[in-house]
C-alpha cells in the first residue's frame, strides 16, 4: 500500500472514530473495531482487539487476545509497542518485526531469562539497530 493511501485510510479510522465519539454512540465494541482496523492498516500482528483504555501516562492503549499492548498514536498514525516487563514504548517498525519479532514477544512468550543484552528490554536492538522509544507524556 503507498504512502498516501495509508495515511488515507489511517485518516478515515481518525474521522470514524471521531464521529462515534461526538455522536455519544461510542461503545466499546466500536472503538475496539476502529483500534483493529488501526492496527490492521499499519501491519500490526494483532488478531482481535480486547479492550481500549486510556491511561494518563501513555494515552489510549489497545490490548490484543495475545495479551501484547499497543498505544494508539492516532494523530501521528503511528503505533507504539508497551514492553511487558519495564512498560516503555517503543515505535511499531514492520522491518524490525520481520527480521527480529523476539522484540515485540507478547507477555505470555517473553521471560526476563530470555532476555539479551540489546534488545528492547535494554533499550537497543539485534543487529546493531536501536529501537525508537516513544515519548509518552500526554
Not at 501513555?58 to 498514525?77: F, H, K, P, S
Request: with cysteine.
Amino acid at each position: 500500500m503507498g504512502h498516501a493511501m495509508q495515511k488515507q485510510e489511517i485518516l478515515r479510522a481518525l474521522f470514524a472514530l471521531g464521529a462515534l465519539v461526538i455522536s455519544g454512540g461510542a461503545n466499546s465494541q466500536d472503538i475496539r473495531g476502529v483500534a483493529q482496523q488501526f492496527l490492521q492498516r499499519l501491519s500490526v500482528p494483532c488478531l482481535s482487539v480486547l479492550k481500549v483504555d486510556h491511561t494518563d501516562n501513555l494515552g489510549e492503549v489497545a490490548t490484543c487476545q495475545d495479551g501484547r499492548e499497543w498505544i494508539l498514536l492516532w494523530v501521528e498514525g503511528e503505533i507504539a509497542f508497551v514492553h511487558p516487563w519495564t512498560r516503555e514504548a517503543y515505535k511499531w517498525d514492520r522491518e524490525v518485526y520481520m527480521s527480529h519479532s523476539e522484540i515485540y514477544l507478547a507477555p505470555k512468550q517473553a521471560t526476563p531469562n530470555k532476555t539479551q543484552k540489546g534488545d528492547a528490554h535494554h533499550g537497543g536492538m539485534p543487529g546493531g539497530r536501536e529501537a525508537s522509544p516513544v515519548a509518552t507524556s500526554q
